[in-house]
């Protein structure tokens, strides 16, 4: 019988706001329905988008501040989750006692974790699944946001291609797959732009036999790419979100990629799409029709950004749309050469954000490119059809 190795994957997971509601008989219950399929599978990794810890001191970022509580790791264990993916820009919001609070607090319970560490080398360590007789190394990076980890600070591993490429390599040595997972992309857009499909292409070129990527907080669609699974947006697993509490808005939607690795095989993919509600009581697979029509939209959003032109043309109406609120704030000041205090001001650490991060970035750029080629009335029409992409259809 050929040996099989099963591996699940779910997207963020954050406590803010009902830290103190999540202790491990509420999690069985938020996770009731869920389960089965969570079991189905030999390996189950979830990112876990904020630090636990009783840390009080944030950093100073142009986002929010999310944290949980130390006790909150009942969740995972409820879950029965082996891994905490650490790759996001919200590990390092308490700063390096936050980091290193969660790191403890998740080895004291036994769950594995890659994408964080105390140092850049450690936070890019992989995390080997093993079952089967079959061995998996998932590796773990963000885009370049806050909380990166650095020679002698903890934080989250920060894109590098080359510290990846070099990553894959050791870990193929090791491991009979290995799994990619990135934090990034753009936030609501539920088609992938340009340069996150070249980057996560290019990760398998290097040796990643799957990618899954997590972030932008709606489920976007997936591939095979030279015949490996590439997944760019699960959607959220579960997340609080005061502000937005329509529960037919994309944010409590998401999917469960689940991976089957056999050698000599090309990974095998799965789908589990699920809702949950926005009071982030019970997280809900969809079943019957409802899935099927679920279905039918994913598949929808995945045929349509393989064509390249197409890919380029709606993510430039989704920089249109939304660009501009944010290339107003791109202006630099001589002061913050002279003044270390301007490092605090949210002024700056916009602009810094803007600049650092691949997503951000690439929306300034394209914004840019279309206002110098006079095109800006075509890609504000084209908007219309990505906002209604965003409108889920069950």
């Known amino acids: 019988m050929t040996a099989t190795m099963k591996l699940v994957f779910a997207g963020d997971l954050c406590l803010r706001q009902i830290s103190d509601k999540i202790d491990l008989e509420s999690s069985r219950q938020i996770l009731a329905s869920i389960q089965p399929f969570l079991q189905q599978a030999d390996c189950r990794i979830v990112n876990l988008e904020n630090p636990l810890t009783e840390e009080t001191d944030k950093i ?100 590098r291609m080359g510290k990846l490429a070099e990553t894959i390599e050791k870990a193929r040595e090791k491991a009979d797959f290995v799994v990619v997972v990135v934090h990034g992309g753009n936030e609501y857009n539920p088609l992938p732009s340009p340069g996150v499909v070249e980057r996560y292409r290019l990760i398998t070129r290097l040796g990643a036999d799957a990618v899954i990527g997590m972030h932008p907080h709606c489920p976007q669609g997936w591939e095979h790419y030279q015949g490996k699974p590439i997944i760019y947006s699960t959607g959220n697993f579960l997340f609080y979100h005061e502000q937005n509490q329509n529960p037919q808005s994309s944010w409590y939607y998401g999917y469960l990629p689940v991976l089957t690795c056999q050698i000599g095989k090309p990974v095998g993919l799965e789908i589990v799409p699920y809702r949950f509600d926005p009071a982030c009581t019970r997280i809900e697979p ?36 939304h660009g501009s609120q944010n290339a107003v704030k791109l202006v630099y000041k001589a002061e913050y050469l002279e003044d270390p205090s301007w490092r605090t001001v949210w002024d700056f650490l916009v602009v810094r954000n803007l600049l650092t991060c691949e997503a951000h970035h690439e929306v300034m750029a394209t914004l840019m490119r279309v206002i110098e080629e006079g095109q800006v009335e075509k890609y504000r029409e084209l908007g219309d059809e990505v906002v209604q992409l965003q409108q889920m259809p069950v």
């Open 286 to 321: 969809f079943s019957g029709t409802e899935k099927a029509t679920m279905m039918t939209y994913l598949e929808r959003i995945s045929e349509l950004f393989q064509d390249e032109q197409r890919r380029e043309d709606f993510f430039r109406a989704w920089c249109v749309r």
């Open 60 to 159: 100073f970022k142009s986002g929010p501040n999310l944290k949980g509580d130390r006790e909150n790791v009942a969740f995972l264990e409820a879950g029965r989750f082996d891994c905490a993916i650490l790759a996001n820009n919200h590990l390092g919001d308490y700063g390096l006692k936050g980091v290193t609070d969660t790191l403890e607090v998740l080895d004291q319970h036994g769950i594995g974790h890659t994408g964080g560490g105390r140092s850049l080398d450690e936070s890019y360590l992989p995390w080997f699944a093993e079952s089967q007789g079959l061995r998996a190394a998932v590796i773990a990076v963000a885009e370049n946001e806050y909380g990166g980890a650095a020679h002698n600070k903890p934080g989250m591993a920060g894109l």
